[in-house]
């Protein structure tokens, strides 16, 4: 039985993510800050048979915390084969309007966690035959947005470690990949008023945005062994947003 761990796991895509790995048969390691919730599911989602999903509180982007994330996967499910680095936060606004706290912050858990869990997790995977890592790392860090630098940034450098990491553990069979979603259907983007939903939706060649579920499958496909020869991609889920220019139509 494959084992997978996922970070930002009690919501949005990682909480689906969490559901599809479960019905394909693999033992799941829930990480995220709200400890309450991530009990909560694990009475609700565990098999009754078998102990295949697990619960370990972490802050992500704290070397210390992850290091203790690392001796608890390898301490109760016996190690890790694909690790998916979901937990992410955006901050908005032109580089002259993000505070240093804010920029920091994004970079901590947007950037800093992928290279903390490579730092203690490909160890293993090196030594026992390979594994997978997946970075949710949305289209906007493929392209540019309108008051979203920090945000573009902070994936854009996922997408680049995600190329070096690719190259240096290759040898080891570790694939590196990104998922790459649009504007998707959680509860942090659905804040967001209608009209600006509404936008969203017209935006996209399929007029409507992404489902979390439909970037779970995503993120299996690139974790299992079904996407055995991709590394170093990047994936988008994005109905389309990527594909063309915003140039007026043309008459």
Known sequence: MKRVMITGATSGMGLSATKLFLERGWKVLMVDLNAEKGESLVKELSDKKQQNLFFCK???SSEEEMKALYEYARTHLGGIDSVINNAGIFVKGPVHEVSEQDWDKVFAIDVKSVFLSAKYFVPYMMENGGGTIVNTVSVSGMFGDYNMAGYNAAKGAV????RSMALDYGAYNIRVNNVCPSACQTPMFLQNPQSVIDEFCEASPLKRICKPEEVAKA?????SDESSFCTGINLPVSGGM???TRQPVQK
Do not use: R
């Open 58 to 60: 972490c802050d992500v």
């Open 159 to 162: 997408i680049n470690l995600a």
């Open 219 to 223: 993120m299996y496909f690139l974790a």
């Open 242 to 244: 990527e594909i063309w």
